[in-house]
């Protein structure tokens, strides 16, 4: 079985798979027959396998599956799961199902921190010894739960954010204090891929900008993880500032492996990964890059890419200048 009907099985979330041309491939137990599930047929399209009504909300799983939830009745989801290249795009619009965000959110993070519990006593011992195939299946499952556990995360700031209800609380700040405390969290990191990283230099610190530092150093994180991630053992990632017309743009340049000009236009749009298989080698959700654009916005600046010469990418956080 794949390993996506089985975390879903742990998560307690009953599931059906589907192909591209509505045939039932297999199901739970407990999930019904298509045919007694009012509203799953909308769901379902030929050629492009699931469209979400309201009240629903597509996520993207690991191992080329997406997973499509809505709730039912009683409480909980129902999962559909289809392969991933037959999945249309997830419509940034559909973040305004504020119940639907917030369900989904409320209802995974139990049984997550409950898996996640159980997980660690087990492999602590304390439900009788483990054989090393045991301690193998454990590290899986808890691999997989933080990576739901950073799916949540991200969720939940995307509603927050298109919900208005961040507390943003920006004032003057230094850049060089902006970007210390992201540089201290990856400073023993970069050792970890035989990467060398450019601190910023003394003068850019020194300048002023306006923004919400917690928020302003989340993005700042973001973009210092997709350097690490992305750039082969050897590399090199630099974090650099320079003054531009709307303020001051804070950029991490890396020697990495770049984004296809196809990929460019949908770079920061959800749950979009490259088919490049360098990208799929690395797991993520598609989301942060979207999320950390939004929240730039809010704080008055953009994050943007292009591309490094002669290769690499430049990943860059704009912000309004400080009084």
Do not use: C
């Not at 969290?185 to 306006?210: C, I, K, Y």
Request: glycine share 8%; aromatic share 8%; no cysteine.
């Amino acid at each position: 079985m794949s390993p996506v009907p089985e975390l879903l099985n742990l998560l307690g979330l009953p599931w059906a798979e589907f192909d591209d041309q509505k045939r039932l491939r297999a199901r739970h137990p407990d999930f019904p027959r298509p045919e007694e599930v009012p509203g799953l047929e909308p769901w379902l399209r030929e050629g492009t396998a699931a469209l979400v009504p309201p009240g629903g909300v597509v996520v993207q799983g690991p191992r080329g599956y997406n997973v499509a939830l809505w709730p039912r009745q009683g409480g909980g989801f129902w999962a559909v799961l289809h392969p991933r290249e037959q999945v249309r795009s997830l419509a940034e619009e559909w973040v305004e199902e504020k119940p639907v965000l917030n369900m989904l959110v409320h209802e995974l993070r139990l049984p997550v921190t409950v898996i996640k519990g159980y997980t660690t006593l087990m492999r602590k011992g304390l439900a009788g010894p483990v054989s090393d195939k045991q301690a193998q299946f454990l590290d899986t499952v808890a691999t997989n739960v933080r990576r739901l556990e950073r799916l949540l995360e991200l969720v939940g700031l995307w509603s927050k954010i298109a919900h208005r209800r961040l507390p943003y609380q920006p004032h003057d700040i230094a850049v060089g204090a902006l970007v210390a405390d992201p540089v201290a969290q990856w400073a023993d990191r970069w050792a970890e891929r035989e990467l060398t990283f450019h601190d910023l230099s003394p003068e850019a610190g020194a300048w002023s900008v306006h923004t919400d530092p917690q928020y302003a150093r989340w993005i700042l994180q973001r973009l210092l993880e997709n350097a690490w991630a992305y750039t082969a053992p050897g590399g090199q990632v630099w974090l650099e500032a320079q003054r531009i017309p709307q303020g001051v743009e804070i950029a991490v340049r890396d020697t990495g492996i770049g984004v296809a000009e196809d990929d460019r236009p949908r770079l920061f749009t959800p749950f979009f990964r490259s088919p490049d298989e360098r990208v799929r080698d690395h797991p993520g959700w598609g989301l942060a890059l979207h999320v950390a654009r939004l929240l730039a916005r809010d704080l008055g600046g953009e994050v943007g890419y292009r591309p490094a010469s002669p290769a690499g990418s430049v990943f860059y956080l704009r912000l309004p200048v400080g009084s």
